[in-house]
């Protein structure tokens, strides 16, 4: 029975039989993969906490018969403070498939990672506006996986001023010429459109720097890159706003 050890952050827990979980953790060696915790639920299992959404760790899953099973982790961060925020709690499972999304089976998966971490930490950081949060890991998330979107010209005309509108069938930007009057563009107001063209060369662990800009004008990028991402991505995503789904239950 082969033994493997990752970094991993369990972005689904499905309850399974009486005590198990079935853990899907995106994983910095190994990308997106899929375990069971057995007997996890268990009031005194040691691996209770490994198996709640958002845990990070260092886990270590046997191999047998092209299955993992989760043998023992170390935590590393519970990401706790994202519970005390239903919004902030909805943005977090949504960061976690979007994640999931892009992550493919037996791929290192560094950068991304990398930024799923930050994400999740900026959530959990009370003081930050979560539209400007998700704006950030958005932008930065679209670049890495090569969907980053055009704001230096005009997808039309070719134009590089007066950019007031962002089409998502063309991926990029549009001038008020060509874009007035198309209800389907997003528009744009013009220091959001140079934020949004910066935002992808920032490191993963420097909102800050943008912070004040990102609390300003979050609110107008969040929508656009969200629906931007789920038009790429096949699968549904789980809902980013407690008011996308006011009637479900909340993330466990």
Known sequence: MASHKVLGVVTRAV????????????????????????????????????????????YVLNERNGRFYVSQCTVRETFYNLRLRPEALYAATFVCGVAEEFANPEEPYLKQFSLLLHGL????????????????????????????????????????????????????????????????????????????????????????????????????LEPLLEAYVRGIVPRRLPPSKVAYNFHAELPQ
């Open 15 to 58: 309850n399974y039989r009486d005590h198990d979980r079935i853990l899907t953790l995106v994983t910095r060696e190994r990308g997106k993969l899929t375990a069971t915790a057995r007997g996890c639920r268990k009031p005194q299992s040691k691996l209770l906490t490994a198996a709640s959404p958002f845990c990070y760790g260092e």
């Open 121 to 220: 930490s900026l959530l959990s950081r009370e003081e930050i506006p979560v539209e400007g949060a998700l704006a950030f890991y958005l932008a930065k998330m679209l670049d890495f996986e090569g969907y980053r979107l055009v704001t230096e010209r005009c997808g039309i005309c070719g134009r590089t001023d007066n950019l007031k509108y962002m089409d998502l069938e063309r991926g990029g930007a549009v001038c008020g010429t060509c874009g007035f009057g198309r209800m389907e563009l997003f528009p744009l107001p013009e220091r959001a459109m140079r934020l949004l063209a910066v935002l992808p060369q920032m490191p993963s662990s420097a909102y800050d720097g943008a912070g004040e800009l990102l609390a300003e004008y979050g609110k107008d």
